[in-house]
């Protein structure tokens, strides 16, 4: 088992990355003086590994109130969480108590939200299951649930109090799932994770999946966020660039009504563009420009062709909750490994590059 320290907002926490930790990790002394532990677990998560699961959670005893959820993006909302914060009461939770979230990025974000709010905050400990929480939402303390008009616009910042990166859940996601949280290591690459890099360029789609590559993969991320996170925490300047393809990426989803579109494809979409965009005004050479279109294809993480009306996906755009003042701000690249923030692009070239690559 790999830890990794992080800090941020003024509390520092583990990052246990390995293969069947769950157990170590849940009896460790961050979680033996709680005297309620409700435990959010996707009801997906917990249909294939239950047994694992239920001898993982033992340890806690009847301290556990088990809370199974189903985590669609529909159920990311704020009135479920209100359903939720009630089970907390009926279950006798209090200040002295704790939070699991046990699933993919949907999972970690509702708990971490519910623990946030409740009697002002619980702590939370987050168990990602997926390549994608494990690589981005379960770091970093941003919490939240969604509103009709877009993703996340209801949240916080809460740090957790540990995270439990277990690889051996990875062995049963879905390659689309693998790909999303592919999709958010790219990511880390383009906007300055060299090892990451290296990583996505040595392997394909099928070795990428080995048990100590991805380990492998996921702390490097672990890493780079923490340390993004640590000079930013609540995304003043530096954090910024970890937005890098989500502006145009939740605007497609937001578009889509979450249906159809993944997050990591719709993130991929959206560095595609930005990507593109950053050549055509000179930022990027075509050599590096079509490394990140390489890249892309070679994992899959994007199709060829999508349909889209740019128009409405640049109307999304205007409920994103980091644009101020009607003006729409990207993280571009200045050359791989070198993003900067707060550009403002024409609008025509926007809709031109998002209308040639996704468009009919």
Same mark, same amino acid.
Request: hydrophobic letters at 45%.
């Given at each position: 088992?790999?830890?990794?320290?992080?800090?941020?907002?003024?509390?520092?926490?583990?990052?246990?990355?390995?293969?069947?930790?769950?157990?170590?990790?849940?009896?460790?002394?961050?979680?033996?003086?709680?005297?309620?532990?409700?435990?959010?677990?996707?009801?997906?998560?917990?249909?294939?590994?239950?047994?694992?699961?239920?001898?993982?959670?033992?340890?806690?005893?009847?301290?556990?109130?088990?809370?199974?959820?189903?985590?669609?993006?529909?159920?990311?909302?704020?009135?479920?969480?209100?359903?939720?914060?009630?089970?907390?009461?009926?279950?006798?939770?209090?200040?002295?108590?704790?939070?699991?979230?046990?699933?993919?990025?949907?999972?970690?974000?509702?708990?971490?939200?519910?623990?946030?709010?409740?009697?002002? /905050?619980?702590?939370?400990? $987050?168990?990602?299951?997926?390549? %994608?929480?494990?690589?981005?939402? +379960?770091? @970093?303390?941003? #919490? &939240?649930?969604?509103?009709?008009?877009?993703?996340?616009?209801?949240?916080?910042?809460?740090?957790?109090?540990?995270?439990?990166?277990?690889?051996?859940?990875?062995?049963?996601?879905?390659?689309?799932?693998?790909?999303?949280?592919?999709s958010e290591a790219l990511k880390h690459a383009l906007i300055g994770e060299p090892s990451t890099m290296g990583i996505l360029e040595r392997n394909d789609p099928a070795s990428i999946?080995?048990?100590?590559?991805?380990?492998?993969?996921?702390?490097?991320?672990?890493?780079?966020?923490?340390?993004?996170?640590?000079?930013?925490?609540?995304?003043?300047?530096?954090?910024?660039?970890?937005?890098? /393809?989500?502006?145009?990426? $939740?605007?497609?989803?937001?578009? %889509?009504?979450?249906?159809?579109? +993944?997050? @990591?494809?719709? #993130? &991929?979409?959206?560095?595609?563009?930005?990507?593109?965009?950053?050549?055509?005004?000179?930022l990027l050479t075509d050599g590096e420009a079509g490394l990140v279109k390489g890249l892309i294809a070679r994992y899959g993480l994007l199709r060829e062709r999508w349909g889209l009306?740019?128009?409405?996906?640049?109307?999304?755009?205007?409920?994103?909750?980091?644009?101020?003042?009607?003006?729409?701000?990207?993280?571009?690249?200045?050359?791989?490994?070198?993003?900067?923030?707060?550009?403002?692009?024409?609008?025509?070239?926007?809709?031109?590059?998002?209308?040639?690559?996704?468009?009919?």
């Amino acid at each position: 088992m790999r830890a990794i320290t992080a800090s941020a907002g003024g509390s520092t926490y583990d990052v246990l990355i390995g293969s069947s930790v769950l157990p170590a990790a849940l009896a460790r002394k961050e979680l033996a003086a709680f005297e309620r532990v409700a435990v959010i677990v996707s009801s997906r998560v917990y249909g294939l590994h239950r047994d694992y699961l239920d001898g993982s959670l033992s340890v806690l005893g009847d301290r556990m109130a088990l809370i199974r959820y189903d985590d669609s993006e529909e159920n990311k909302s704020y009135g479920r969480a209100g359903e939720v914060l009630e089970k907390f009461i009926a279950a006798g939770m209090n200040r002295k108590s704790a939070v699991i979230g046990i699933g993919g990025g949907v999972t970690g974000d509702f708990a971490g939200f519910c623990a946030g709010v409740y009697m002002r /905050g619980v702590p939370v400990v $987050h168990v990602p299951t997926t390549l %994608l929480a494990m690589v981005d939402s +379960s770091l @970093g303390g941003k #919490v &939240a649930v969604n509103l009709s008009v877009g993703k996340n616009i209801v949240g916080l910042f809460h740090q957790p109090r540990m995270v439990v990166s277990d690889v051996r859940f990875l062995e049963t996601l879905p390659d689309g799932e693998f790909r999303n949280g592919l999709s958010e290591a790219l990511k880390h690459a383009l906007i300055g994770e060299p090892s990451t890099m290296g990583i996505l360029e040595r392997n394909d789609p099928a070795s990428i999946r080995n048990e100590s590559v991805a380990a492998d993969l996921v702390a490097h991320s672990v890493l780079f966020k923490t340390g993004v996170v640590e000079r930013d925490e609540k995304e003043n300047d530096l954090r910024a660039i970890l937005n890098f /393809g989500h502006t145009i990426g $939740h605007a497609i989803e937001s578009h %889509l009504g979450y249906r159809g579109v +993944s997050h @990591g494809e719709a #993130v &991929a979409a959206g560095m595609r563009v930005k990507a593109e965009i950053s050549r055509r005004l000179g930022l990027l050479t075509d050599g590096e420009a079509g490394l990140v279109k390489g890249l892309i294809a070679r994992y899959g993480l994007l199709r060829e062709r999508w349909g889209l009306d740019a128009d409405s996906v640049i109307g999304h755009m205007g409920y994103d909750k980091k644009n101020f003042g009607g003006v729409i701000n990207f993280v571009l690249l200045k050359g791989l490994g070198r993003p900067f923030i707060n550009q403002q692009i024409p609008v025509d070239l926007l809709k031109k590059v998002m209308t040639d690559l996704l468009g009919k």
